[in-house]
């Protein structure tokens, strides 16, 4: 990583310095540990000519093989071999991935062997059973990172819909005998006559006509008498009960069979 960084800096800042400064630059940031140890000898190998690093690039070769580019491969090889996709979306799971293969020395096929092997199972098994599957890593990325997005907008879809329907006075029909909230905080009853209840407790038949006020069940006879939903049921009239009905106290006219023939035109 060290070597990358000072070769694009003095690619992009250093090009017209000498080579003994680029060589001075880059010694500067050597520090630390083995690398401590490791400058001071160079320098003294400069200073007495003994060195053959005359160049940035000649110093860069030198870091690599005293360093062991070897270990880093090996290293980059060991993250390729257990990175996983995991809950991360597959857009993040490629970016680490590119990252990682860089400098590990993976091309080809090897290099998708180990894509394939991090991306979750639902969308390897997707891509491959395709009718057209990928064949470069380039298109197992670029895929993979589609579908896995697709997939994602759909669970969020069904999650949004399913919140939906089971909200409280949706398109679903109330059942027989249960009660659901209308505007207003209205309470409806379904019954066998149409919605009993609402606001003012009024009964509404499925036609809309009011039918008058809720009776109250605890209430008294004498008390429904006063309403305008009771009907005598001996003339038929509305607004009293039969045992407060006016009329029964007038006296009822009696015919015989006789005076009812006559009427009629018999004999």
Not at 5 to 25: F, H, N, S
Not at 130 to 150: C, F, H, M, S, Y
Not at 225 to 243: E, L, N, S, V
């Amino acid at each position: 990583m060290f070597v990358n960084v000072a070769q694009l800096y003095i690619r992009m800042k250093m090009t017209e310095e000498i080579a003994a400064t680029q060589v001075a630059w880059v010694l500067l940031y050597v520090q630390g540990g083995i690398a401590e140890a490791w400058k001071d000898n160079l320098l003294d190998e400069l200073a007495k000519e003994e060195s053959e690093v005359e160049s940035a690039e000649q110093l860069f070769a030198k870091i690599k093989n005293d360093f062991g580019e070897t270990l880093e491969e090996e290293r980059k090889i060991e993250q390729l071999r257990t990175i996983k996709q995991g809950e991360r979306t597959c857009d993040k799971y490629v970016q680490e991935f590119k990252k990682v293969a860089r400098g590990s020395g993976y091309e080809g096929r090897p290099l998708i062997k180990e894509f394939k092997q991090g991306l979750n199972g639902a969308i390897r098994r997707k891509l491959a059973e395709a009718e057209e599957p990928p064949t470069t890593i380039g298109e197992w990325q670029e895929r993979a990172v589609k579908l896995d997005r697709n997939q994602r907008q759909s669970r969020a879809e069904e999650r949004v819909l399913g919140r939906n329907i089971a909200r409280p006075g949706g398109n679903a029909q109330p059942r027989e005998g249960r009660s659901y909230g209308g505007r207003g905080g209205q309470i409806m009853w379904r019954t066998g006559e149409g919605y009993r209840g609402g606001r003012g407790g009024n009964i509404s038949n499925r036609g809309g006509a009011q039918m008058g006020p809720r009776r109250d069940p605890n209430a008294m006879d004498v008390d429904r008498g006063r309403g305008g939903d009771i009907m005598c049921y001996m003339y038929g009239k509305w607004g009293h009960m039969a045992k407060n009905c006016w009329e029964r106290h007038r006296g009822r006219v009696v015919e015989t069979p006789q005076e009812s023939a006559k009427e009629n035109g018999g004999q």
